[in-house]
């Protein structure tokens, strides 16, 4: 479900789910949480890199289990951190973070790279929010972390089009940092976070927070306003036909 390794002071941690396009499901956020605590907590580690196996990079939400959480309530066992949790290690990481991008990245595995300090895509890598198509809203702080990076209307229409960005166009509009080769892009992303870890983990924590600390306030308001609004549409005859529909159903 989730692998990692140490190569000197940074670690890689691999979300190792490929039968299920790495979605995320309960079990994933706790292990994926658990992992990114763990690293921040090690003296020992500097950078962490972020990477899916096989062919995509993160599908987001597992959708059977969000079905079954507005259908069963009462059959759904909630994990112990869960999405929140999630975001909240992601919001609250310390040390420079960066995602390699290898394939696909649906929702979630999208809106998370709004987290990176730096994000390199695979040229074949390709990322959509397909929140429209759900009726339901944004998530994770994308709403404010996303028009920070891309501009309004790019980060307008990713958010609201439900469709395909590829690598490229990620690059061109702040998304992304650099786009590589699929069979270069750990190492170029290893290499980069290599070059970070070979300085002071204080300078580099301490930098880190004169950025993202100015975002913090911002970034928990829209948090709040988002839960609220996925609330009020997860349900709706919109959202429940929506996942009827990828269930089958």
């Not at 979300?15 to 992992?35: H, I, K, S, V």
């Not at 809106?111 to 990176?116: C, D, H, I, P």
């Not at 580099?204 to 306030?217: F, S, T």
Request: charged share 20%.
């Amino acid at each position: 479900m989730l692998a990692a390794e140490d190569h000197d002071r940074v670690r890689l941690i691999t979300f190792d789910r490929p039968e299920a396009l790495n979605a995320f499901g309960e079990d994933l956020y706790d292990a994926a949480t658990d992992a990114l605590l763990d690293a921040d907590g090690d003296p020992g580690i500097s950078v962490v890199v972020l990477t899916g196996r096989g062919r995509a990079f993160c599908a987001g939400q597992d959708l059977g289990e969000l079905r079954q959480r507005t259908t069963d309530p009462d059959g759904f066992t909630p994990g112990r951190h869960g999405f929140v949790g999630f975001i909240e290690a992601l919001t609250n990481f310390s040390k420079p973070l960066v995602c390699a991008v290898n394939g696909l990245g649906v929702g979630l595995g999208a809106t998370m790279l709004g987290y990176a300090d730096l994000v390199f895509m695979s040229s074949e890598a390709r990322l959509r929010c397909p929140f429209t198509s759900l009726g339901v809203a944004p998530e994770a702080g994308s709403s404010f972390l996303f028009p920070r990076m891309m501009g309004r209307q790019e980060a307008s229409w990713l958010l609201l089009s439900s469709e395909w960005i590829d690598a490229e166009r990620c690059c061109e509009v702040g998304l992304a940092w650099k786009v590589c080769e699929p069979g270069e892009l750990l190492d170029v992303a290893l290499d980069h976070a290599g070059h970070l870890a070979g300085f002071a983990l204080e300078s580099l924590v301490e930098g880190k927070r004169l950025i993202v600390e100015p975002l913090l306030a911002g970034l928990a308001d829209a948090r709040a306003r988002e839960g609220a609004a996925f609330g009020r549409l997860l349900g709706s005859p919109a959202s429940s036909g929506a996942l009827e529909d990828f269930a089958g159903g």
